[in-house]
């Protein structure tokens, strides 16, 4: 690991090699886009069944709109028999166009922002090869993030400094707790979105049966799809969470120089 | 505080994205972009299009109970009703363009005249729904083989009766290899019946390959070409607003 002194209290790591930094903004945007594109593709058809084939009228999620019995336009989030009035984000929410509409995921979520599956399929296929590409070229890198023994044995540690996130300490070394976080979205939570919407492709599907039968079924890969990319938006929240608390600047840095700063001896 | 830096943390986070969308959207509308964007569609034919493998078959226990429709509305011509009302006596599937013996093909002489194919098969919408149905037929290369398709023809299109509401008629077409697919069929029976009128009776061309808009209803004429473009578009109706010509993923 490269390391310049500034002074007796401060050191600069050289901590992201530029093929990580440019990978890791890449798909940043990627992600972004493939998230908002996936919105307007669901809106096509807001609802997920947990089979092979649709089960039209037995959804696991669904999103839709009705009205009240005195003409009131409702927007709701149905899962499994709980159903939540989200009216004006979810269900029915604007359209783009400064109007309302009955559409699943609002205008400013989407991509693009009227309603257009076939705009919206080419964005999602365009930066889905994106991300590939990025995964690809990330590769090498993404074994530093196996886990340890030694990162196993400092996990709880690790955790109890988690407790007060504004606390954690800017070290040269990613935490155990972090490493473990970035493994499972790229070891983990990565693959299965990837690997469940290539389960979705009749073409896909024709050259590998098994590939939609991992995840039980055409329909049910749209589960694990939509599940995925959940986790991935949660990721995203913490992610800006820790990288405000834990130093902006400094962090933004190293993403941007691959120059880290650290207090203290190492 | 708390309570009030959380809608307001919201606020943010929504009008972030919203200019998101918004410079998305306007990109799209640039033409550079458009291309840029549908440039994967080649590559994807590219990959996926190598060989021909097999769509998954299904067991009759797996038919789904209704066979979901969507699309237009049934042809609304007067010739069209009078074909449901006599049964299709009159009625003849076309094929011309590129082929030495062109020729026209009643339902009966389909029926009884050709091998009959059946596949129980999935059907992909682009929206994103499935079912489960039993197509028969004549294979595609069946037909193509007994007009016998000249050297040099690239494309087969397919004409179809039923329109937007505008009068723009639907269409569709595949390449040779597509056409040639152990698995493409003309259908005539769906789950062992005639092929419904909302399902695209009488003949249905069946690709399940592909995403469902590839299989085109109520197909009247069959096309052999060189190319497609000019008064052929993009080679399909939904391909004309942006869908892709390549329907596998």
Known sequence: MRIHHMNANVK????????????????????????????????????????????????????????????????????????????????????????????????????????????????????????????????????????NRKDLRELPKAARTHLIPWRVPATAELNPLQKLTYFGIVFVVAPVVVLSGLALSPAIDAHAHWLPQLFGGRQFARIWHFAGMIALIAFFVVHLLMVTMTGLVNNLRSMITGWFRVKGAI | MKLRRRPFLGLIAAASLSGCARIATSLT??????????????????????????????????????????????????????????????????????????ASFDLPTLRNKFVRRSQITRHDCVEGWSVIGKWSGVLLADLLAAAKVKPLAQYVVFHCMDDDGTGNLYYESLDMRQAAHPQTLMAYDLNDRPVP???????????????????????????????????????????DQGYEWYAGI
Not at chain 1, 41 to 46: G, R, S, T, V, Y
Not at chain 2, 208 to 230: D, F, M, N, W
Request: hydrophobic share 45%.
């Open chain 1, 12 to 147: 600069r790591v050289y901590r992201h090699p530029l093929a990580v930094r440019l990978t890791h903004w890449v798909a940043a945007l990627a992600l972004g886009v493939l998230a908002m594109s996936g919105m307007q593709i669901f809106n096509a058809h807001p609802a997920l069944y947990a089979s092979d084939a649709s089960t039209f009228g037995h959804s696991v999620l669904s999103i839709g709109a009705d009205e009240t019995p005195d003409g009131q336009p409702v927007g709701y989030l149905k899962i499994g028999g709980l159903r939540v009035k989200t009216t004006g984000v979810l269900g029915y929410g604007p359209d783009g166009m400064g109007g309302f509409e009955a559409r699943a995921f609002p205008s400013w979520a989407t991509i693009p922002a009227y309603r257009s599956l076939a705009d919206g399929r080419r964005w999602h296929i365009f930066f889905a090869w994106v991300l590939v590409i990025c995964a690809v070229i990330y590769a090498a890198w993404a074994f530093a993030l196996w886990p």
């Open chain 2, 29 to 102: 509308q640039n033409q550079h972009v458009r291309a840029l964007l549908e440039a994967p569609e080649r590559l994807n034919l590219a990959i996926l299009g190598a060989g021909q493998p097999l769509a998954q078959e299904y067991a009759e226990g797996d038919i789904s109970p209704t066979f979901r429709h969507n699309g237009f509305d049934p042809p609304s011509s007067e010739q069209y009703q009078r074909w449901v009302r006599d049964d299709w006596h009159g009625f003849a599937l076309r094929i011309d363009g590129m082929v030495e013996r062109p």
């Open chain 2, 197 to 239: 009128v909302q399902n695209g009776a009488p003949l249905r061309l069946k690709v399940p390959t592909q995403l469902g808009y590839k299989s085109a209803k109520h197909v009247q004429r069959i096309e052999v070409v060189a190319s497609l473009g000019g008064p052929l578009g993009r080679g399909g109706y939904w391909e």
